[in-house]
C-alpha cells in the first residue's frame, strides 16, 4: 500500500543541498510519484521532503542503499534520516 512518508535530516549547507533537487527526483522516482521540500523556520540547515503516493519499503531501501552515499556527501546530506508515516 502506498502512503504519505515524511522524511527529515541535516544538510551541512542548505544552498548545496537544494541545487541538487533533479538529483532527488532521479533519485526516488522508482518509489514516489512526488515529493514536497520544506525548510524549518528556526534552522536553516534541517529539511524536510514530503513523499507522496511511496513505496515505504523501496524508498527506505534508496535511502539506506550504501551505493548512495555518494549523492548524500555532494549534496550535504547529514544522518540521521528519519522516515515517518501516518498513523491516523
Sequence with gaps: MKKTIVGRHK????????KGHQ???D?????????RTFQDT???NSVMLV????DVEML??????PKNKGI?????????VVLSMQVA
Design 51 to 54: 513523499f507522496e503516493d511511496a
Design 11 to 18: 544538510v551541512g549547507d542548505f544552498d548545496v543541498w537544494l
Design 60 to 65: 527506505g531501501a534508496i535511502i539506506n542503499d
Design 72 to 80: 548524500k556527501d555532494k549534496h550535504t546530506v547529514l544522518e540521521p
Design 42 to 44: 528556526d534552522d536553516p
Design 23 to 25: 538529483d532527488r527526483v
Design 27 to 35: 533519485l526516488f522516482a522508482p518509489a514516489v510519484s512526488s515529493f
